[in-house]
């Protein structure tokens, strides 16, 4: 079945420093990416997805990049700011017809001043 | 303002009690979802729905009972509440034809069981 594993957290950063979060994938077929932003005491939001092989996402300065030849989708931002602090999550959903997302175990990011 | 709904937000509950958590969204999405949100798992898929009448199993979806009668409501209920079902509770809508457009979350319900 279809999974995703993501690095571990928790990650403390300093603001302005470079954020890399790591995903990756297993997956039959062409699945979606998508990176998803929960900030303290809220749901999750969608902040950025990928539907097809070397799509780039983007959104708030984030970034990441489908890439089917490492099943990766590591998300990115060059400065980050304190209010970037919240827990990540990668997903994917299957193919047409599969509504179900499956998530990784998210990744706590902390971002000090 | 439009989305999902999501009632209690918190909720304590004994061993063996039994309850309902509800969700609603007004969005007209075919889709909805429950998740369960643990330390360390991630979100994990109890049941899902793909229009009214329609129910099924996702991955996690021992304990739990849903239904949906109606496109608006698709409501949790717990059957005999287990410490084990101590969890943070997330409901999820979308569109069938856009889920590629992301769900859209309600803003949790936060269970324990004691």
């Known amino acids: 079945g279809n999974s995703v594993t993501q690095m571990e957290g928790p990650v403390t950063l300093s603001e302005e420093a470079f954020l890399t979060i790591n995903c990756t994938y297993t997956a039959t077929g062409y699945p979606s990416l998508f990176w998803y932003v929960q900030y303290p005491g809220e749901g999750l939001q969608l902040l950025l997805k990928?539907?097809?092989?070397?799509d780039k996402g983007s959104n708030k300065g984030f970034e990441a990049t489908y890439r089917k030849e490492t099943t990766s989708f590591h998300l990115e931002k060059g400065s980050v700011q304190v209010s970037d602090s919240a827990v990540y999550f990668c997903a994917l959903s299957g193919n047409a017809n599969d509504y179900k997302l499956s998530f990784g175990a998210g990744t706590t990011v902390t971002v000090r001043a | 303002n439009a989305g999902v709904t999501q009632t209690p937000k918190f909720q304590v509950l004994k061993t063996g009690q039994s309850m309902t958590l509800q969700c609603a969204q007004d969005?007209?999405?075919?889709?909805m979802s429950w998740y369960r949100q643990d330390p360390g798992m991630g979100l994990r898929l109890i049941h899902y729905?793909?229009?009214?009448?329609?129910?099924d199993q996702g991955e996690v979806p021992n304990g739990y009972n849903v239904s949906r009668s109606t496109t608006e409501d698709f409501p949790l209920r717990l059957l005999s509440a287990a410490p084990s079902q101590t969890s943070v509770y997330f409901c999820?809508?979308?569109?069938?034809?856009?889920?590629?457009?992301?769900?859209?979350f309600g803003s949790g319900t936060r269970l324990t069981v004691v």
């Open positions: 990928a539907t097809k092989a070397d």
């Open positions: 729905s793909v229009g009214a009448g329609i129910t």
């Open positions: 969005m007209n999405h075919e889709y």
């Open positions: 999820a809508s979308s569109h069938i034809t856009d889920v590629n457009y992301g769900y859209t």
